[in-house]
């Protein structure tokens, strides 16, 4: 099948347009049109005739502290990627399966990775679950992206600090109510 280019070049404020191809465009053409910026380059591919973006860098949304057996969840999105970009967690540097069940290492993990969306979702949280965590975002049209680690820490409730400070508060309590019985009782009070 022949295929026929036209090349256009043309500059605008703060862009050049350039379109490149190779030797034999066969029955589905290939396109590919850069877009430089003062930012540095993003590539835009257009490939029989739907575009397609690269990944950007992911936004991560990772909480710091979790209680023992609470739920959490962390997400992963971008944007910008077309086609949707899939996505993969790491705790530190290994590679979360999405199906845990299947790995000896990990028959007791107590979460579920959702791919498309990007969720990691702890149903109930352990202290083995305390790490750092990242996400990486990727499709077809460029190099994979991650997002900045971010470490989770899972702590237990301190029962003890808690009743503390309900003793500490009653005891408070108790002492008003005293100065103000023996306010009273002096006349000191109207």
């Not at 850069?34 to 990944?55: A, E, H, L, W």
């Not at 979460?111 to 990727?138: H, M, Q, V, W």
Request: proline content about 6%; glycine content about 8%.
């Amino acid at each position: 099948m022949l295929v026929s280019v036209l090349l256009l070049a043309f500059t605008a404020t703060g862009a050049d347009l350039t379109c490149s191809h190779s030797a034999d465009f066969g029955a589905n053409a290939r396109v590919e049109w850069r877009f430089n910026d003062m930012k540095g380059s993003q590539i835009y591919v257009v490939y029989d005739g739907k575009p397609t973006v690269p990944v950007n860098v992911p936004v991560c949304r990772i909480p710091t502290s979790v209680t023992t057996k609470a739920k959490a969840l962390l997400t992963c999105s971008d944007k910008v990627g077309s086609p949707p970009p899939t996505y993969k967690w790491y705790k530190g540097s290994t590679l979360l399966p999405e199906n845990p069940k299947q790995f000896p290492a990990f028959q007791n993990a107590t979460y579920r990775i959702n791919g498309n969306n990007g969720n990691l979702e702890f149903s109930t949280t352990s202290k083995l679950d305390t790490g750092s965590y990242y996400c990486e975002a990727s499709n077809d049209a460029g190099l994979p992206q991650k997002c900045k680690a971010v470490t989770m820490e899972v702590r237990d409730v301190n029962t003890g600090g808690i009743v503390a400070g309900v003793i500490v508060a009653l005891l408070l309590v108790a002492l008003l109510v005293f100065g103000l019985w023996y306010a009273n009782k002096k006349g000191y009070l109207p």
